[in-house]
């Protein structure tokens, strides 16, 4: 089946630790996003990238990492600078810019 | 910073009603797209509308653009149990090639 998994579903971060949040897709998706979501609130955008080996800051792009090495994967790396990294963060694609994005099932991430 | 912004925050109606949502942007835009997501998960599309339509139809759903007011409404007709969900509006930004800013999305619940 096509589409885009991520995982782990739940990730616990210790303080001072680095963690990566990995998205996979198998839709053959050019453009691939990454979305924090907050209780209650809407997506706001961390990074995204529209080609293998480039990627752009979102709005909230502090305190995170990416890479693109490879078209199906996207993952993104939260680290220690991030304070407030509890949130349901979300991956996407879309095949290019203009159409609708596919999303996948989310990793809620808390901090122990 | 959020492009749209959905009005209102919540919405509570009974079966059988219509459900309407407004979203407003700052910026030109290339398109417009509505979502959905149930509790808990990721985002399905529901939508998308070119900056040159002024009006979409599929389903139980229409979606209007106006883009000299810079917003847009979606309209569910004879609202269902299963209609429960939040709704965000998407926008493609005209200046920031693929760059897709959500809002804060409307809370619909439908009681039966």
């Known amino acids: 089946d096509g589409g885009i998994t991520q995982s782990p579903k739940y990730l616990f971060r210790k303080e001072g630790q680095n963690v990566t949040l990995s998205c996979e897709q198998n839709l053959n998706h050019d453009a691939m996003y990454w979305y924090r979501q907050d209780p209650g609130q809407g997506l706001r955008l961390i990074y995204y990238?529209?080609?293998?080996?480039?990627?752009q800051k979102g709005d909230i792009a502090e305190g995170y990492s990416v890479s693109r090495e490879k078209k199906e994967s996207f993952p993104l790396t939260v680290t220690s600078a991030q304070k407030n990294p509890t949130a349901f963060y979300l991956c996407?694609?879309?095949?290019?810019?203009?159409?609708?994005?596919?999303f996948g099932s989310g990793t809620q991430l808390s901090v122990l | 910073s959020q492009q749209g912004e959905e009005d209102p925050q919540a919405l509570s109606i009974q079966e059988g009603e219509n459900a309407t949502m407004n979203c407003s942007y700052k910026t030109s835009i290339n398109n417009l797209q509505w979502y959905r997501q149930n509790s808990g998960r990721g985002l399905v599309h529901l939508i998308l509308?070119?900056?040159?339509?002024r009006e979409k139809h599929s389903g139980r759903l229409r979606v209007t653009l106006d883009t000299s007011k810079k917003s847009s409404s979606l309209l569910i007709t004879a609202s269902r149990a299963a209609d429960t969900a939040s709704y965000f509006c998407a926008t493609d930004e005209y200046d920031s090639w693929g760059k897709l800013q959500f809002g804060a999305g409307t809370q619909v619940v439908v009681t039966p």
């Open positions: 509308i070119r900056s040159n339509e």
């Open positions: 996407a694609s879309r095949g290019t810019v203009g159409e609708k994005l596919f």
């Open positions: 990238s529209q080609i293998v080996n480039d990627f």
